[in-house]
Every structure is written in C-alpha cells, then in structure tokens.
C-alpha cells in the first residue's frame, strides 16, 4: 500500500510546532532549482543546513556548476530561519564504485536506488556528525522519482545512524510547479539530464530521436 508521505511530514511539522520547536535539519540537495520550493517551504519549519554531496554528477564542470549555483540560491532566498550551506566532497569514484554492474540499467532502475542511498547515507552520516535532528532530500520533488522508494530508503538508514529521517514527498501540494516558478523567477539554469554520465547519454539519445 502506498504512503502519502506528505501527509507524514505535516504530522511532524505539527507535532514540533505544538511542542514550540524549530529542529535542526540536514537537507541533501540534488540541485538549486528542485531545492527552491523545498528551501522557502521548510525554513518556516526547520533551522537548514543545506548539503550539496553529490558523487554522481558529470562531467567535474558540470558539478562545480551545479554547486556555485546551489549557494547562490541560497543568498537570493528570503527565508524564516537562515540557511547554512554545508561543503562537500566530490569523489565520483564513490558512486562508480557503487553502481558497477549496474552502468546498463535505464534510468529509474536499480542504478538510481543505489544513487539514492549512497547520498542518503552521506546525509545521514553527516547529520549524525553535526549533531543534527532530521536528515531528508530534495529529490522526492521530481516527477521521475519514486517518492515510496525514496522514504523506504531513508526509513532503513533512520534505524542505522540513529537520526531520525524527515518523510516527504515535496512534488506534492503543487511542490513541483513552485520549483518551476521559483526557477524562473531567479532566472536559473535547469539541466536536461538528472546529473550522471548514464543520464546524460540517455537525454542524447533523446534529443537525437527527435531531431
């Protein structure tokens, strides 16, 4: 049976504000433009640290793009609670490494599962570190994402790093549609490929079908 899990998150959001608590929250951001609406939704809620990890992006320009972007979206926000930008690593070979064998799949597959627990993990892992109260993703915004699959993942790794994961499901209340005002209006860049080598072969492929 599938679970609304935006419906879970607002249980959350009211049980913290009937308690007078503004917790601490970890967000791992996949890119600036899927982050819009989720950053002005949840600074009402949350103090943010914002986490930009993300082994998967090609090529080394692209990600260094992506990245300047995310904290430049960060200083044009209008936001409740002030958001920190979090540095990360980037060691392609991390997810490489991890999605070997699985370089064939289409996108949507067991590939991309493993994309999502291997920057899950790192998010958990890094909320742990800084002590933080919740860890979730910007990537339930996407139509193309499985949100079930999504909060199934962050539910296995709230039991193995002891920080509880925040369910959601942000492509719901119109989240997607925000994300694609929100781009606009700040004039943004919003990529035709999810971010990895595979992605963006299959976006050529694509393209070439239909020229």
Do not use: W
């Not at 970890?26 to 600074?43: D, G, I, K, M, R």
């Not at 960060?74 to 690593?89: H, P, Q, S, T």
Request: net charge neutral; glycine share 6%.
């Amino acid at each position: 049976m599938k679970i609304n899990y935006q419906l879970e998150l607002d249980k959350i959001i009211k049980e913290n504000q009937k308690e007078g608590k503004v917790p601490t929250l970890l967000l791992h951001s996949c890119c600036a433009p899927c982050s819009t609406y989720v950053l002005e939704y949840l600074s009402q809620y949350f103090k943010i640290y914002l986490y930009y990890y993300n082994p998967n992006i090609y090529p080394i320009s692209e990600y260094h793009f992506r990245e300047k972007e995310q904290e430049d979206l960060i200083n044009k926000l209008e936001v409740i609670n002030k958001i920190e930008f979090v540095k990360a690593r980037f060691e392609p070979m991390e997810y490489y490494g991890a999605v070997k064998g699985y370089e064939k799949e289409k996108e949507g597959g067991k590939r991309c599962e493993i994309c999502f627990e291997l920057r899950l993990r790192e998010a958990a892992e890094k909320a742990k570190e800084l002590g933080l109260d919740y860890f979730t993703t910007t990537l339930s915004i996407s139509p193309h994402k499985n949100s079930q699959t999504l909060n199934q993942i962050g539910h296995m790794l709230e039991e193995t790093s002891g920080v509880k994961y925040l369910y959601s499901d942000f492509k719901k209340k119109n989240g997607f549609k925000r994300s694609v005002e929100l781009t606009s209006q700040f004039d943004m860049y919003r990529q035709d490929y999810c971010g990895c080598i595979f992605s963006l072969n299959e976006s050529k492929e694509r393209n070439q079908g239909i020229n």
